[in-house]
Nanobody, 122 residues
Framework: QVQLVESGGRLAQSGGSLTVSCAASGPSSSSFCMGWFRQAPGKEREFVASISYSGTIYYDDSVKGRFTISRDNAKNTVYLQMNSLKPEDTALYYC????????????????WGQGTQVTVSS
Protein backbone atom coordinates (compact mmCIF):
# COMPACT_ATOMS: atom_id res chain seq x y z
CA GLN A 1 0.00 0.00 0.00
CA VAL A 2 1.30 3.43 -0.95
CA GLN A 3 0.41 6.49 1.10
CA LEU A 4 -0.03 9.76 -0.76
CA VAL A 5 -0.20 13.20 0.81
CA GLU A 6 -0.98 16.25 -1.27
CA SER A 7 -0.14 19.81 -0.29
CA GLY A 8 0.04 23.30 -1.71
CA GLY A 9 -3.54 23.96 -2.66
CA ARG A 10 -4.79 27.48 -1.99
CA LEU A 11 -6.73 30.40 -3.40
CA ALA A 12 -5.10 31.86 -6.50
CA GLN A 13 -5.90 34.63 -8.93
CA SER A 14 -6.96 33.99 -12.49
CA GLY A 15 -3.85 34.10 -14.65
CA GLY A 16 -1.66 33.26 -11.70
CA SER A 17 0.48 30.26 -10.87
CA LEU A 18 0.48 27.59 -8.22
CA THR A 19 2.38 24.38 -7.55
CA VAL A 20 0.89 21.44 -5.70
CA SER A 21 2.94 18.54 -4.39
CA CYS A 22 2.36 14.90 -3.59
CA ALA A 23 4.62 13.00 -1.22
CA ALA A 24 4.53 9.23 -1.59
CA SER A 25 5.63 6.65 0.92
CA GLY A 26 5.53 2.88 0.93
CA PRO A 27 7.30 -0.02 -0.72
CA SER A 28 8.57 0.66 -4.23
CA SER A 29 6.54 3.86 -4.44
CA SER A 30 9.27 5.56 -6.46
CA SER A 31 8.68 3.08 -9.30
CA PHE A 32 4.95 3.78 -9.63
CA CYS A 33 3.22 5.77 -12.30
CA MET A 34 1.92 8.94 -10.65
CA GLY A 35 -1.10 10.86 -11.75
CA TRP A 36 -2.99 14.03 -10.93
CA PHE A 37 -6.76 14.14 -11.14
CA ARG A 38 -9.25 16.82 -10.17
CA GLN A 39 -12.86 16.95 -9.20
CA ALA A 40 -15.06 20.01 -9.15
CA PRO A 41 -18.34 20.08 -7.21
CA GLY A 42 -21.03 18.15 -9.04
CA LYS A 43 -18.61 16.80 -11.63
CA GLU A 44 -16.81 13.53 -12.14
CA ARG A 45 -13.17 13.10 -11.27
CA GLU A 46 -11.10 13.89 -14.35
CA PHE A 47 -7.57 13.21 -15.49
CA VAL A 48 -5.10 16.08 -15.45
CA ALA A 49 -1.64 14.62 -15.98
CA SER A 50 0.52 11.57 -15.36
CA ILE A 51 4.20 10.73 -15.26
CA SER A 52 5.84 7.33 -15.34
CA TYR A 53 8.95 6.36 -13.39
CA SER A 54 11.00 6.85 -16.56
CA GLY A 55 9.48 10.26 -17.18
CA THR A 56 6.87 9.60 -19.86
CA ILE A 57 4.24 12.32 -19.49
CA TYR A 58 0.64 12.69 -20.55
CA TYR A 59 -1.60 15.75 -20.19
CA ASP A 60 -5.27 16.33 -20.67
CA ASP A 61 -5.88 18.76 -23.50
CA SER A 62 -7.50 21.23 -21.12
CA VAL A 63 -4.20 21.81 -19.29
CA LYS A 64 -1.65 21.18 -22.02
CA GLY A 65 0.71 24.13 -22.32
CA ARG A 66 -0.33 25.52 -18.92
CA PHE A 67 0.44 22.73 -16.43
CA THR A 68 3.69 20.85 -15.93
CA ILE A 69 4.02 17.57 -14.08
CA SER A 70 7.37 16.47 -12.71
CA ARG A 71 8.76 14.05 -10.18
CA ASP A 72 11.74 13.76 -7.91
CA ASN A 73 12.29 10.03 -7.44
CA ALA A 74 14.89 10.60 -4.73
CA LYS A 75 12.28 12.46 -2.68
CA ASN A 76 9.33 10.29 -3.78
CA THR A 77 7.50 13.48 -4.63
CA VAL A 78 5.45 14.52 -7.63
CA TYR A 79 4.69 18.10 -8.52
CA LEU A 80 2.07 19.81 -10.61
CA GLN A 81 3.02 23.34 -11.63
CA MET A 82 -0.03 25.24 -12.80
CA ASN A 83 0.34 28.43 -14.80
CA SER A 84 -2.20 30.71 -16.46
CA LEU A 85 -4.82 29.51 -14.04
CA LYS A 86 -8.46 29.82 -14.97
CA PRO A 87 -11.57 29.79 -12.77
CA GLU A 88 -12.51 26.47 -14.38
CA ASP A 89 -9.36 24.96 -12.87
CA THR A 90 -11.04 25.24 -9.46
CA ALA A 91 -11.31 21.74 -8.01
CA LEU A 92 -10.07 19.31 -5.42
CA TYR A 93 -6.80 17.98 -6.84
CA TYR A 94 -5.96 14.36 -6.13
CA CYS A 95 -2.68 12.53 -6.44
CA UNK A 96 -2.86 8.89 -7.52
CA UNK A 97 -0.40 6.05 -7.99
CA UNK A 98 -0.43 2.76 -9.84
CA UNK A 99 2.00 -0.13 -10.17
CA UNK A 100 0.97 -0.63 -13.77
CA UNK A 101 1.08 1.60 -16.80
CA UNK A 102 -0.09 5.19 -16.67
CA UNK A 103 -3.81 5.41 -17.25
CA UNK A 104 -5.94 8.45 -17.92
CA UNK A 105 -8.93 7.09 -16.03
CA UNK A 106 -9.36 6.98 -12.24
CA UNK A 107 -10.07 3.24 -12.37
CA UNK A 108 -6.49 2.63 -13.40
CA UNK A 109 -5.10 3.82 -10.05
CA UNK A 110 -5.24 1.84 -6.85
CA UNK A 111 -3.75 4.40 -4.47
CA TRP A 112 -5.17 7.85 -3.77
CA GLY A 113 -4.45 10.82 -1.58
CA GLN A 114 -7.04 12.90 0.24
CA GLY A 115 -6.81 15.84 -2.13
CA THR A 116 -5.79 19.47 -1.91
CA GLN A 117 -8.17 22.30 -2.78
CA VAL A 118 -7.30 24.72 -5.55
CA THR A 119 -9.58 27.70 -5.98
CA VAL A 120 -9.08 30.22 -8.76
CA SER A 121 -10.83 33.54 -8.46
CA SER A 122 -11.75 35.58 -11.50
Amino acid sequence: QVQLVESGGRLAQSGGSLTVSCAASGPSSSSFCMGWFRQAPGKEREFVASISYSGTIYYDDSVKGRFTISRDNAKNTVYLQMNSLKPEDTALYYCAATRTVCFTTPRGYENWGQGTQVTVSS
